[in-house]
């Protein structure tokens, strides 16, 4: 039950590398969050100031479109519009392989974990036109600079961020006394959407202590949170009920409708005992088991409390029990996990993904993603990617992560290594016999490199 | 740390593998529980909204003229009637005879009660959700996977979701299976042995990939190939060569095997009817799609199934009654459900028809929905599986009226 470098790697980081050493101690791990973020630079991903750009130029065509319909005015904004789309649709792509370069070659891959959940955590899409590819932005400018800092100012970046206003509707939600309803527009009231989902998801998780009541008062109290061109925030106080509104037993409000007081109301939402537990949970379940011990649990409880819920202490929590160092690897990798650590294992060159085209991207790692239940940056719902092991290691998952393991490295690494070898950097000191055997006695080499990625050995953690 | 197996304790573990297999009870598909009742339903989501009002055309409402221009009663390639009032769009043509033998129908101007944004995403949510709006959430589980907690001894095998979508109306706490005929397994078979193998000390992964195996070995092609890694790739994705061309043949004779074993529930989808240009063009190209779809099913299971099968094909809105200015039509209102089985009472249209003048469109626009294109499925969902009607309108569709029997079974 104590930490070694090939478990710290494969739990908590990428999976073992040929060409970058694993960790030596817990303190290095947790000095690799706070040193600059040099993988991120070294494979950039647009920041969401930037894909607001794009956003205000689909905006401005849309509009010269409408207003010149059937002109040849009209129809050139609406070819330009349908240009922006695809390039837009080609940068998510090229995106997808920055995400897997810096997993490949990143010294600090718990960095890249941390992104990730919480970025599930905070699930949001676009749900038409350019704003369907900002979902890498939005994990790049508003969860990976916040994943050591306070919960709830992640709370409040993430669930007041305008992708997430348009995601869960939360522009659509007026109060029925507000000035907007009164004129008898086409909002009229309320839509608990992102309410339910702050309370249920974001932060208290769906046992919580809550009720029907305190989701609609949170979606009263929201009410004025909106959004404007191109994919802004905007607080708009016409929409606004009027009056104060209680949850959990705390009256909010009163005055003049204020953004502050939907930030108080979230602060303390993030504070309470039930988020703690929550959000400890999950991040044991992520990082170690679906059945995770429950002296974890219980201290990173203590932890996210003792500190207002300072995520980098909670992270040291987690790293220093000795639960999550024990010998056994109960959890699975989900699919982009699976697929990216296989690539760091064969320490894929950095310069091959960025010279693929989109329809070869989509080949070789978008559309096998799918056939392994994960849709890229297109989630079924704002619960994000399922935990448990049995939702991947079902027949297509298996069969899909099998396939792709056998023919992609193939063609992504005309050179690929000897089996026998591979077996050693991939597993390190977790190579079971029979894979020993499958890589020592397999056809070809891309059977046996195959074989190794396919092996529960390499996708349990 | 490794301790060497050699070729003969391999070949002495292969062989224990396959004894294990064989007496395993959990990992034999015989055994996986079927549910009581022997009825099939089948149920395809038509992604992008499909435009009713040009696969069943009202061409004896003479508004319907004037909104589309001709009806095609005499085109080259002429619209069929069907019963002196609406005529089917030439491109389902070959699902003629199942009309004639009452195993077609249409529900005509139902929809969702999805009104007036007309998204793709929020209309296919609701679509999926079977509630009746979704002010309260997204939802969790889809109806389909509600009627499976409904089924008392419904078994893992019970429901297929099938092809790469999501499919959110089969998603929920009910065990459902997945599969997709697209990621096919083709392997060598020693690589099949070794994966075996690597498999066997996981109680997971070797109960899934048994599965898979078995699966994979009876979609339509065997497993073992000699092929180089380049063919087995190409093999195993089945990149289809045209767009989107035999996709859904696949798909469908995949579940109507599963339909002739344990399997009393699929569902799928068939995308491309978002028809805003050149409909004339795009929009038989898809049906064709549909019909392949529903033949080949039709073709794959026995005739003692095709008895017990109903097919039923929903979208998430209809569309505009006008022709927009590119020759196609714009996300509408109502629309058509398409039914399909030997068990349908069918050879006719369902449904109160609301007429195409412009005072009778939906915001003088799209078709007017008559009816709720859940009741048509809760009234299904009571023929074909017994459930209650109280359980309809309170877990399956919360707050449904079921309203009169429409008599399709």
Request: aromatic share 6%.
């Amino acid at each position: 039950m104590k930490f070694t470098p090939h478990l710290a790697d494969i739990r908590f980081g990428c999976g073992l590398s040929p060409a970058v050493p694993s960790p030596v101690s817990v303190a290095q791990m947790l000095d690799s969050l706070q040193k600059p973020d040099t993988i991120a630079a070294r494979f950039p991903i647009e920041t969401f100031d930037l894909f607001q750009k794009r956003v205000a130029e689909a905006d401005r065509l849309g509009t010269v479109k409408r207003k010149n319909a059937g002109t040849s005015v009209g129809l050139a904004a609406k070819k330009a519009g349908r240009v922006l789309n695809k390039e837009a649709r080609i940068a998510h792509v090229v995106w997808m392989g920055q995400h897997l370069n810096r997993w490949t070659w990143t010294q600090a891959p718990l960095r890249e974990r941390l992104s990730f959940f919480w970025a599930d955590h905070f699930t949001v899409t676009g749900k038409a036109g350019v704003i369907r590819r900002a979902a890498s932005p939005y994990l790049e400018s508003v969860i990976r600079p916040r994943i050591t800092g306070l919960f709830e100012d992640m709370l409040i970046a993430a669930a007041l961020h305008p992708l997430m206003v348009h995601y869960l509707d939360q522009d659509k939600s007026v109060g029925p006394n507000s000035r907007t309803a009164a004129k008898g527009g086409k909002l009229t009231g309320l839509n608990e959407n992102l309410a339910r989902e702050v309370l249920e998801l974001h932060t208290l998780g769906v046992n919580g202590p809550y009720t029907q009541t305190d989701v609609r008062e949170l979606a009263e109290l929201f009410t004025g949170i909106s959004k404007q061109s191109p994919m802004r925030f905007k607080f708009r106080k016409n929409n606004a009920e009027p009056g104060s509104e209680t949850v959990l037993g705390k009256t909010y409000g009163g005055g003049k409708a204020r953004k502050v007081d939907v930030e108080t109301a979230l602060r303390d939402l993030a504070r309470h005992p039930a988020t703690a537990r929550h959000l400890a949970w999950k991040l044991a379940v992520h990082f170690t088991s679906d059945t995770p011990d429950p002296a974890l649990v219980e201290a990173l409880t203590t932890r996210y409390l003792e500190t207002g819920g300072d995520l980098f202490e909670v992270t040291k929590a987690m790293l220093s029990h000795p639960a999550a160092w024990a010998p056994k690897r109960a959890n699975v990798k989900p699919a982009f996990h699976f697929m990216a650590s296989a690539m760091r294992a064969l320490a894929l060159p950095a310069d091959t993904l960025a010279s693929l085209d989109e329809k070869t991207m989509r080949r070789l790692f978008i559309t096998p993603l799918a056939q392994m239940g994960h849709v890229w940056e297109k989630p079924d719902g704002p619960d994000g990617l399922p935990e448990e092991d049995s939702a991947w290691i079902a027949p297509q998952g298996v069969a899909a992560r099998l396939q792709w393991a056998i023919t992609v490295p193939q063609a992504l690494l005309p050179d690929l290594p000897d089996s026998r070898d591979f077996v050693k950097t991939t597993l390190g000191d977790f190579i079971p016999p029979a894979v020993q055997f499958a890589a020592d006695s397999a056809e070809s080499t891309s059977d046996g490199v195959g074989l190794v990625l396919a092996s529960p050995a390499f996708q349990r953690t | 740390m490794t301790t060497p197996l050699n070729r003969r304790d391999f070949l002495a573990r292969s062989a224990l593998i396959g004894c294990s297999l064989a007496a395993s009870p959990l990992l034999t598909p015989v055994s996986l529980a079927a549910t009581s009742g022997d009825n099939r339903l089948v149920v395809i989501l038509l992604r992008g909204g499909m435009d009713g009002l040009d696969v069943v055309r009202p061409y004896g409402d003479p508004a319907y003229t004037a909104l589309r221009g001709d009806a095609g009663m005499n085109a080259k390639n002429p619209a069929i009637d069907l019963d002196g009032y609406f005529a089917l769009h030439p491109a389902l043509k070959p699902l003629m005879p199942l009309w004639h033998n009452g195993q077609l129908g249409f529900a005509h101007a139902v929809s969702t009660p999805y009104r007036d944004k007309r998204s793709h995403f929020d209309g296919q949510d609701l679509l999926e959700a079977g509630l009746t709006d979704l002010s309260g959430g997204t939802s969790r589980d889809g109806w389909l996977n509600r009627v499976l907690q409904n089924l008392p001894d419904s078994g893992p095998a019970t429901a297929y979701a099938v092809g790469r979508d999501p499919l959110g109306v089969l998603g929920g706490p009910a065990l459902i299976q997945r599969w997709s005929p697209e990621a096919d397994l083709a392997l060598s078979p020693q690589a099949i042995q070794l994966a075996r193998l690597i498999m066997a000390d996981d109680p997971l992964f070797d109960a899934a990939f048994t599965q898979a195996l078995e699966i994979a070995d009876n979609d339509g092609d065997k497993v073992a190939t000699s092929g180089t890694p380049e063919e087995m790739m190409s093999m195993a994705s089945k990149a289809p060569k045209g767009k989107n061309s035999g996709v859904e043949k696949r798909v469908a004779e995949f579940i109507g095997k599963q339909l002739r074993a344990q399997t009393r529930i699929a569902a799928f989808s068939i995308n491309g009817w978002d028809t805003h240009q050149s409909q004339d063009r795009t929009l038989p190209r898809t049906l064709a799609r549909l019909s392949d779809a529903i033949l080949t099913l039709q073709d794959t299971v026995t005739q003692n199934v095709w008895n017990k099968t109903t097919v039923v094909a929903v979208t998430e809105f209809g569309r505009t009654a006008r022709i927009n200015g590119s020759k196609g039509t714009d996300h509408g209102t109502g629309g058509v459900m398409v039914l399909a089985g030997g068990a349908l009472r069918g050879g006719k249209i369902y449904g109160d028809w609301p007429g195409v003048d412009e005072a009778q469109l939906y915001q003088r626009r799209d078709l007017m929905p008559t009816r709720d294109l859940r009741s048509m499925l809760a009234w299904l969902l009571h023929s074909q599986f017994g459930l209650p009607k109280s359980t309809l309108e309170t877990t399956i569709f919360p707050g449904l009226d079921l309203g009169e029997n429409p008599n399709i079974i």
